[in-house]
Antibody, heavy 121, light 108 residues
Framework: QVQLQESGPGLVEPSETLSLTCTVS????????WSWIRQPPGKGLEWIGN???????NYNPSLKSRLTISVDLSKNQFSLKLTSVTAADTALYYC???????????????WGQGTTVTVSS | EIVLTQSPGTLSLSPGERATLSCRAS??????LAWYQQKPGQAPRLLVY???SRATGTPDRFSGSGSGTDFTLTISRLEPEDFAVYYC??????????FGQGTKLEIK
């Protein structure tokens, strides 16, 4: 059974870099796609970006200039770095496994429990 | 970027009733559409993928339909545990993904 666990600082100062890690257990990270999603307090879900088994990634255009998603195969982890954060980046951050069902059909079938990040001085 | 618009924003129904939730895409996503359920304090849970395929563990009272730009999630007979927020999502291209803004299904 695949399980995901997000980790990272719960508080980040404005203009600093937000760094989160997702640790995958129960499966190798290599064959699959992985995703980061966030949810501001009281609001809906926002896709942040995807990571592919080759280490390449795809980002939300609204975050692309500040965002890096990377993988550490040796630790079975993938990470998110978001630079120059503001209060608007305050959210519950989730990592998820992306299942590919064929013919460009994808869905996020396993989610972590989420980690809250607050941007404040 | 493909925009997903869900309607209604809030749906008030009673247990035992039928719920119909809509999701419209700004351009065709063929059948690459998923539905998620989120309860307070929980991560979203995948209900339906590929527009109409139920995910493992999804009760058969949940059914998805549609293709192209118009999609529907139907709950045939509401159970108390079904009252939650529902999101549609598309992932296309490389893939790049977007979510709808959500429909809150509340007890009337």
């Amino acid at each position: 059974q695949v399980q995901l666990q997000e980790s990272g600082p719960g508080l980040v100062e404005p203009s600093e870099t937000l760094s989160l890690t997702c640790t995958v257990s129960g499966a190798s990270i290599k064959p699959y796609y992985w995703s980061w999603i966030r949810q501001p307090p009281g609001k809906g879900l926002e896709w942040i970006g995807n990571l592919y088994n080759s280490g390449s990634s795809n980002y939300n255009p609204s975050l692309k200039s500040r965002l890096t998603i990377s993988v550490d195969l040796s630790k079975n982890q993938f990470s998110l770095k978001l630079t120059s954060v503001t209060a608007a980046d305050t959210a519950l951050y989730y990592c998820a496994k992306v299942a590919a069902y064929g013919s460009e059909t994808y869905a996020m079938d396993v989610w972590g429990q989420g980690t809250t990040v607050t941007v404040s001085s | 970027e493909i925009v997903l618009t869900q309607s209604p924003g809030t749906l008030s129904l009673s247990p035992g009733e039928r719920a119909t939730l809509s999701c419209r895409a700004s351009q065709s996503v063929t059948r690459s559409l998923a539905w998620y359920q989120q309860k307070p304090g929980q991560a979203p849970r995948l209900l339906v993928y590929g527009a109409s395929s139920r995910a493992t563990g999804t009760p058969d009272r949940f059914s998805g339909s549609g293709s192209g730009t118009d999609f529907t999630l139907t709950i045939s007979r509401l159970e108390p545990e079904d009252f939650a927020v529902y999101y549609c999502q598309q992932c296309s291209g490389s893939p790049r993904c977007t979510f709808g803004q959500g429909t809150k299904l509340e007890i009337k």
